[in-house]
């Protein structure tokens, strides 16, 4: 007979939550699982809404998205199950977003059954947590003057609250400021003749950029016989002003992933495991170099990390920019798998992840990467799709697409009707402004933070993550098992790991972490 324990409590229901659902009905783990969703969505999440536009793809290809570590194929044979019409089958292809928004909305539904036939009892509940607190090994949770007792948590918010540095347009002006490009319709009332100002090179910044150019809004792209992909304007006159601090442009996913040899960073690795002495961010950078750039002998890493350094006024980093999205399209073409860097990432993200957890970097090279280098890693760690680049491209050839640097403080004009920016070399203005710089506030004592974090704060359970003798953001949490030091309930499969952790956007990584957060449930069961 399988073993159980009694309740395990889910707070936060999008793709973390489901995966944690999904795998602990596989695993048969307790009699009784509560699932808290805010929203009353279960399933999709913030990022994969069904509702979504459909030209905000998914950046993971469909074959590397999975609910269970032990089952990668899972979406991608719920994709050929649907037979949809117009829809990339291939396992390196790029579908929208909104479809696996749908996907995880049936895996909730298949859970929910599954559990039933398996005597599990499951509880969905349309509330957030407004307080935890553990005593003696069990978890009490309270919302909207309720409260319950679970023998186990598994925190899996997801995203934290969003940072709003801007304020609205002023009602006197006809600028326009869309705060956010998700769920937004605002997006699509944007004039066909507007400069348009998007704050932020992320992959939602490429998103906004799909969704300004797509078919309907009278602009096409044509393959031209070279194979190069060629923008037509038609009746959309717009331009777009992509506009950062860094200007650093997301690199793409390969077109033919190679697997690459790792034998410097299994050494390095090796290394630290053997004499649990610390790693400095050179070692594990010329391993990394070692085992990835001798296909890339041009490439110099202060180019990775600041690659325009050499420009000297507006025209070169648009210049550079362009030079930069080219090159980049060719490695991830290339059929001799020269993309290696991008590949490198994707096949040793966990491994990367466990180096964090065991706090393998001396902590002057960990404040020196989060400082200086993380953006630009998360460049290659969370690339786009080749197709998105192919665009960004040929809107950039066409003169539609302009990337700036340097960028300071939006502000309005007198008159309300333009946007303007500083930046390095100058500045520039804009009828419409498009914030899509996705930044999120991962301090435990901002008052942003939810209810219950803030309540775990005050307890004193949860802590800021400190490095050497600086605050982070983050959370303190023992990435060994996933819980904050003197707890034995309450584990967390969320943004605030990234903070001791590597990055957490990435689907495989949180499906694994929830994997690994079952194993030592499972573990101390048998026990």
């Known amino acids: 007979m399988t073993l159980r324990i009694e309740h395990i409590a889910i707070v936060g229901c999008g793709f973390t939550g489901t995966s944690a659902l999904h795998q602990i009905v596989e695993r048969e783990l307790c009699h009784r699982i509560t699932v808290f969703e805010l929203s009353g969505d279960f399933g999709p999440g913030y990022a994969y809404n069904p509702e979504e536009n459909e030209h905000y793809l998914l950046n993971n290809t469909t074959d590397s998205l999975y609910l269970d570590p032990d089952k990668k194929c899972a979406f991608l044979n719920w994709l050929e199950a649907k037979q949809l019409p117009n829809i990339n089958l291939s396992p390196k292809g790029n579908v929208p977003r909104k479809l696996y928004g749908l996907f995880l909305r049936e895996s909730v539904d298949a859970a929910a059954r599954k559990a039933r036939q398996r005597g599990i009892k499951v509880e969905f509940v349309t509330h957030e947590i407004t307080g935890i607190h553990e005593r003696d090994g069990v978890v009490e949770l309270r919302w909207c003057n309720t ?17 709003e540095y801007l304020k609205p347009t002023s009602t006197c002006g006809s600028a326009r400021y869309v705060n956010s490009h998700i769920l937004n319709e605002e997006i699509d009332a944007i004039g066909s003749d507007e400069t348009i100002l998007v704050l932020g090179t992320s992959l939602s910044a490429y998103d906004v950029i799909n969704r300004l150019f797509a078919p309907e809004t009278g602009c096409s792209f044509i393959r031209a016989a070279n194979g190069e992909l060629v923008y037509q304007r038609g009746s959309n006159s717009r331009n777009v002003i992509l506009a950062s601090r860094s200007g650093r442009l997301k690199k793409f996913q390969s077109l033919r992933p190679a697997e690459v040899s790792t034998n410097e960073f299994d050494d390095v690795a090796a290394r630290f495991t053997v004499a649990g002495s610390k790693i400095s961010l050179e070692v594990i950078g010329q391993a990394i170099w070692s085992d990835t750039g001798a296909a890339i002998d041009s490439l110099d890493l202060n180019d990775v990390a600041t690659p325009y ?19 980049d399209l060719i490695l991830a ?20 992840w466990d180096l964090f957890a065991r706090r393998a970097l001396t902590p002057e090279s960990e404040q020196a990467y989060r400082r200086m280098y993380e953006s630009a890693t998360l460049s290659f760690a ?3 799709p080749i197709s998105t680049g192919e665009r960004l491209l040929a809107l950039h050839r066409a003169g539609v697409l302009e990337v700036i640097t340097g960028v300071g403080y939006p ?6 009707s333009l946007f303007e920016t500083e930046h390095q070399y100058g500045s520039v203005s804009a009828s419409t402004m498009i914030n899509a710089t996705g930044t999120v506030d991962r301090h435990l004592f901002s008052h942003r933070q939810p209810a219950w974090i803030q309540d775990l704060v005050h307890q004193g359970t949860l802590r800021p993550y400190i490095l050497g003798d600086r605050q982070m953001p983050g959370a303190d949490i023992d990435l060994n098992t996933y819980r904050p030091p003197g707890t034995k309930a309450i ?16 689907a495989s990584t949180m499906a694994t972490i929830v994997s690994q957060i079952l194993d030592q449930i499972g573990s101390e069961l048998e026990s």
């Open 147 to 163: 409260d319950t007792s679970a023998d186990r948590v598994i925190m899996a918010t997801g995203r934290c609250p969003e940072i």
């Open 411 to 416: 502000g309005l004009t007198a008159d309300g």
């Open 309 to 327: 350094r050499h420009c000297k006024d507006t025209a070169s980093v648009n210049e550079k920019a362009g030079e930069l999205l080219s090159q």
């Open 491 to 506: 584990y967390f499969a969320n943004m605030l790991l990234w903070g001791p952790g590597f990055f957490t956007s990435s």
């Open 382 to 384: 969370a690339p786009c």
């Open 333 to 352: 073409r290339s059929k001799e798998s020269q993309n290696r860097i991008v590949d490198f990432f994707s096949q040793e993200r966990i491994r990367i």
